[in-house]
């Protein structure tokens, strides 16, 4: 199956490296895609608990969804993840 979930406090490229690199780490996930206009991360799964797993990633990384609050907590995770992902590119 596949599915998005719209994320705050994508910004750049680097960003966007930092979640296709981690969430590519959960077991049954494939064809990873992040749109930074859109502020979309695309994939494929298998099963609920591994979309949720998602999810729940993107949230640990400072990306949560729409849906959930985007606190400054959120917001300095995320400046950490762009980070890291500029440097691993």
């Known amino acids: ?16 490296n930092t979640i296709t690199t981690k969430i590519s780490e959960i077991k ?4 990873i895609r992040v749109d930074i206009d859109e502020s979309k991360v695309s994939f494929n799964y298998i099963n609920d608990f591994d979309a949720l797993a998602v999810k729940d990633k993107l949230k640990a990384l400072g990306y949560p969804s729409i849906d ?3 606190n400054l907590v959120s ?4 400046f950490v993840s762009c980070a890291t992902g500029k440097i691993s590119k």
Do not use: E, F, P, Y
Request: one cysteine or more; proline letters at 0%; aromatic letters at 0%.
């Open 68 to 70: 959930d609050d985007n």
């Open 28 to 31: 049954h996930i494939s064809d």
């Open 75 to 78: 917001k300095a995770k995320s």
């Open 1 to 16: 199956m596949r599915t998005s979930v719209l994320v705050q406090n994508l910004k750049c490229g680097g960003c966007a």
